[in-house]
């Protein structure tokens, strides 16, 4: 048994969500306990003692859309003019890295993400993974990865028509072996049907996935709307905009992810909700790709589930987190916007798109969650209540002011140490396979 004491306990639990003198008690993977150092060290007086020193104990952050093999552009040169428009974002970059990825190179492409996970207190987060010329294997070998590092994951592979029909059914073949081995069976892994978006996907290739997704239980994890291209396709070739579509081809529901959608209409948001899909809103992303930002409020108004995401940008989700409320001021013209909603999506309704993927709770610090937990070294200038710990979670925390990262009741990081992983030779290994990544580019 772990107890982790003397410090600030942020457990975002709605009744008691702060308290200034705070404890955790961890048994195995899971919280057994909170409440004061002095009452969990009477209970417990045989634990482990883990010191916060005054820092706050909070739960991980959790990132619901995220794009591991994405690593290795960072610094890549394009062979092509810039581009100018999400398609050849998509054309001269993203379609041409992932057919370069070799197992080796999915394989660190997720571990140093990961790493950076730990080290910026995200401790869990939904992948959706492409390598076209390395699918079969390319799940496991992320799997791998995460248990390498101890990162909770839950893996997709993006099926799409993109790269022909034998490598579209290796992707359903994919997504099938990884859901089967993991969802419900691990508690560090699970597994969902991945699909890239709807201007790669014939109706034809939507009825195979929807009928082996269906033999699994399983919703998908897709790109929705992302860019006006996505729009544009739907309409010349099927008559309907892309929320219509796959609502019409069995896509939607409980257990689907739609990641951005940015470009849809009211008639949409209803079809959201009245399907009760997940929305996963990604701002770093969709302004760095210049595609426009999501409806968010009016998503959530409708009564949508709405999660937070980085789209593969970052892996720091307090970064993502500010981006998200300043991007919603800015957007609607409201200085006061963003205050209710963003911590929404960050720790309400992540919770709840990840229960659909792993069987205990996730996002807050009470008895029978897993006990995924981060200590932030942040020395507040100002009081810190249950009243304001969002403001000051807004302005004042970052990934760099994580001290230590506890995912599963496992220590993977302690001093800003990381406790069994070598990130400058992982970080060396990965430089040379990028290298190679780059000439197949």
């Given at each position: 048994?772990?107890?982790?004491?003397?410090?600030?306990?942020?457990?975002?639990?709605?009744?008691?969500?702060?308290?200034?003198?705070?404890?955790?008690?961890?048994?195995?993977?899971?919280?057994?306990?909170?409440?004061?150092?002095?009452?969990?060290?009477?209970?417990?007086?045989?634990?482990?003692?883990?010191?916060?020193?005054?820092?706050?104990?909070?739960?991980?952050?959790?990132?619901?859309?995220?794009?591991?093999?994405?690593?290795?552009?960072?610094?890549?040169?394009?062979?092509?003019?810039?581009?100018?428009?999400?398609?050849?974002?998509?054309?001269?970059?993203?379609?041409?890295?992932?057919?370069?990825?070799?197992?080796?190179?999915?394989?660190?492409?997720?571990?140093?993400?990961?790493?950076?996970?730990?080290?910026?207190?995200?401790?869990?987060?939904?992948?959706?993974?492409?390598?076209?010329?390395?699918?079969?294997?390319?799940?496991?070998?992320?799997?791998?990865?995460?248990?390498?590092?101890?990162?909770?994951?839950?893996?997709?592979?993006?099926?799409?028509?993109?790269?022909?029909?034998?490598?579209?059914?290796?992707?359903?073949?994919?997504?099938?072996?990884?859901?089967?081995?993991?969802?419900?069976?691990?508690?560090?892994?699970?597994?969902?049907?991945?699909?890239?978006?709807?201007?790669?996907?014939?109706?034809?290739?939507?009825?195979?996935?929807?009928?082996?997704?269906?033999?699994?239980?399983?919703?998908?994890?897709?790109?929705?709307?992302?860019?006006?291209?996505?729009?544009?396709?739907?309409?010349?070739?099927?008559?309907?905009?892309?929320?219509?579509?796959l609502a019409a081809s069995g896509i939607l529901g409980p257990d689907t992810i739609a990641a951005h959608c940015v470009h849809v209409t009211e008639k949409e948001i209803t079809i959201l909700k009245e399907t009760?899909?997940?929305?996963?809103?990604?701002?770093?992303?969709?302004?760095?790709?210049?595609?426009?930002?999501?409806?968010?409020?009016?998503?959530?108004?409708?009564?949508?589930?709405?999660?937070?995401?980085?789209?593969?940008?970052?892996?720091?989700?307090?970064?993502?987190?500010?981006?998200?409320?300043?991007?919603?001021?800015?957007?609607?013209?409201?200085?006061?916007?963003?205050?209710?909603?963003?911590?929404?999506?960050?720790?309400?309704?992540?919770?709840?798109?990840?229960?659909?993927?792993?069987?205990?709770?996730?996002?807050?610090?009470?008895?029978?969650?897993?006990?995924?937990?981060?200590?932030?070294?942040?020395?507040?200038?100002?009081?810190?209540?249950?009243?304001?710990?969002?403001?000051?979670?807004?302005?004042?925390?970052?990934?760099?002011?994580?001290?230590?990262?506890?995912?599963?009741?496992?220590?993977?990081?302690?001093?800003?140490?990381?406790?069994?992983?070598?990130?400058?030779?992982?970080?060396?290994?990965?430089?040379?396979?990028?290298?190679?990544?780059?000439?197949?580019?």
């Open positions: 048994m772990l107890l982790i004491g003397n410090g600030r306990l942020l457990s975002l639990v709605p009744e008691k969500p702060y308290q200034e003198d705070g404890a955790v008690a961890v048994e195995d993977d899971r919280i057994v306990a909170t409440g004061t150092t002095t009452e969990l060290k009477k209970r417990y007086p045989e634990a482990d003692w883990l010191d916060a020193r005054g820092m706050v104990i909070m739960p991980g952050m959790t990132n619901t859309h995220m794009h591991l093999y994405s690593t290795f552009a960072r610094g890549i040169a394009l062979k092509d003019p810039p581009p100018t428009n999400f398609l050849e974002i998509l054309q001269r970059l993203w379609w041409r890295l992932d057919k370069a990825l070799t197992l080796d190179d999915v394989y660190y492409s997720a571990l140093l993400p990961m790493i950076d996970c730990i080290k910026s207190g995200t401790t869990t987060i939904l992948d959706h993974h492409a390598s076209p010329h390395a699918v079969t294997g390319s799940l496991e070998t992320i799997a791998h990865a995460a248990r390498e590092t101890g990162v909770r994951t839950c893996l997709a592979y993006e099926v799409s028509d993109r790269d022909g029909e034998k490598i579209m059914r290796q992707g359903i073949a994919e997504n099938v072996a990884a859901i089967k081995k993991y969802r419900g069976q691990n508690d560090l892994i699970s597994a969902t049907f991945g699909l890239h978006a709807s201007l790669t996907l014939s109706d034809a290739t939507l009825a195979a996935c929807r009928e082996a997704a269906g033999e699994v239980g399983s919703g998908f994890h897709i790109h929705v709307a992302e860019g006006i291209q996505d729009v544009e396709d739907s309409l010349a070739k099927y008559g309907k905009r892309v929320v219509e579509r009760g899909t997940l929305v996963v809103h990604n701002p770093e992303s969709n302004m760095g790709n210049a595609v426009g930002c999501a409806p968010v409020g009016d998503l959530l108004a409708a009564g949508v589930t709405v999660g937070l995401g980085t789209d593969g940008y970052t892996s720091d989700m307090f970064e993502s987190l500010k981006t998200a409320n300043v991007l919603r001021k800015f957007v609607s013209g409201d200085p006061g916007a963003g205050w209710v909603e963003v911590p929404a999506l960050a720790f309400a309704n992540n919770r709840r798109i990840l229960s659909r993927f792993f069987h205990r709770p996730l996002g807050r610090l009470e008895p029978g969650a897993y006990a995924d937990v981060i200590l932030v070294d942040y020395q507040a200038p100002t009081p810190l209540t249950a009243a304001n710990w969002f403001g000051h979670l807004l302005f004042g925390f970052n990934g760099g002011l994580v001290d230590t990262t506890i995912i599963g009741g496992r220590v993977l990081m302690r001093g800003r140490q990381l406790q069994h992983l070598d990130e400058a030779a992982i970080a060396a290994k990965a430089r040379e396979q990028a290298l190679k990544v780059w000439e197949r580019f």
